[in-house]
């Protein structure tokens, strides 16, 4: 039957019928089923507090997202265990928590990191470790390493470490092309490549479980991954990869965080 031949009644009976299916749907949800690789809401704020008491070691061309995201947690929740900084740098060897409270890795709470002797004191926030003047605050006490560091290269410091600056993990000691740069310490290189952004040719020396140095800018990599070093030897040529000019940038690492290298190498 055509509607135009529907009685009044008929009519007003249909269109009836059609405001009620509106409203169900209108009052019906969508339940969406979670995709595969990702989390919830929920999820996500259950597993906020990770693994307790678990910890991962870095391998070579992992990253702090890749490292998350295969433990099913957030980089933002990685940072926070870790004590981790933009840009989140990680090193082949470095041993990261995946929880809170998972070890000497954890973030420190009022300014102070947990080791496995007790707690050390840290300088405040970022924003106000370099002040208006750009002078750098002075340096906590230093935990004892056990190990007797050696200046890696000759030369003046012309770059000093700043507590909390991403860009100053370090010190920048002056030189000349293919000047020799030396290990610092007994150890086994964990890390000899370019893959680091900001770091040029760069060779990491692992000392033991808790402590790393770091060699970057070198003109030549003279060691390989694997190898044992002994302190004072020869591990590369300083240059200007990744930089302006010829130096050795210098990083002494504590459970991957950044110390001040001035504190550990003997006085001259």
Known sequence: MKPEGLT?????????????????CAK???????????????QAAASSKGQPGKSVVVQRGDTLYSIARRHNTTVADMARWNNLAPP???YPGQRLALGAGSGSSKPA?????????????????????TGTSGAPRPAAAPVASGIRWQWPAQGVVIATFVEGNATRQGIDIAGSSGQAVNAAADGVVVY????LVGYGELIIVKHNEQWLSAYGHNRKRLVAEGQAVKAGQQIAEMGRTGTDRDKLHFEIRYNGKPVDPQLYLPKR
């Open 28 to 42: 019906s949800t969508v339940v969406r089923t979670p995709q595969s690789g990702g989390t919830s809401a929920g």
């Open 8 to 24: 009044p009644f008929a009519r007003l009976l249909a269109a009836l019928v059609l405001l009620a299916m509106l409203a169900a």
């Open 88 to 90: 989140y740098t990680i």
């Open 192 to 195: 000899s490549g370019a893959g």
């Open 109 to 129: 709470a009022s300014g102070t990191t947990a080791s496995s002797g007790g707690t050390r004191t840290q300088a405040q926030a970022p924003a106000a470790s």
